[in-house]
């Protein structure tokens, strides 16, 4: 069964930065593409970037040049670096795969709350 841990989440000021991390385990993680995704309150969730087994990575517009995503093979870990937060950023965060076809049971997500 595979499991996803997140973590790294917290409350930060805008312009500020955090480093969400994300333990995968019950699957052959270097095989498999990687997604980070979100959800704020009355929103739908939405991915916003992935990276396949061969470490290409893709973002979203919201968050491009102010997010990056990376993985630990080594350690069966996801990481999502996030600078310039603002607080539209606000939302749970989840790890999964970026393929919707092949999502694992949701972990139960990291909060990131970015408030003055």
């Known amino acids: 069964q595979v499991q996803l841990v997140e973590s790294g989440g917290a409350l930060v000021q805008p312009g500020g930065s955090l480093r969400l991390s994300c333990a995968v385990s019950g699957v052959i993680f270097s095989f498999n593409d990687m997604g980070w995704y979100r959800q704020a309150p009355g929103k739908e969730r939405e991915l916003v970037a992935r990276?396949?087994?061969?470490?290409?990575?893709y973002y979203a517009d919201s968050v491009k040049a102010r997010f990056t995503i990376s993985r630990d093979n080594a350690k069966n870990t996801v990481y999502l670096q996030m600078n310039s937060l603002k607080p539209e950023d606000t939302a749970v965060y989840y790890c999964?795969?970026?393929?919707?076809?092949?999502?694992?049971?949701w972990g139960q997500g990291t909060q990131v709350t970015v408030s003055s």
């Open positions: 990276i396949t087994s061969g470490h290409y990575t």
């Open positions: 999964n795969s970026p393929h919707d076809s092949r999502w694992w049971d």
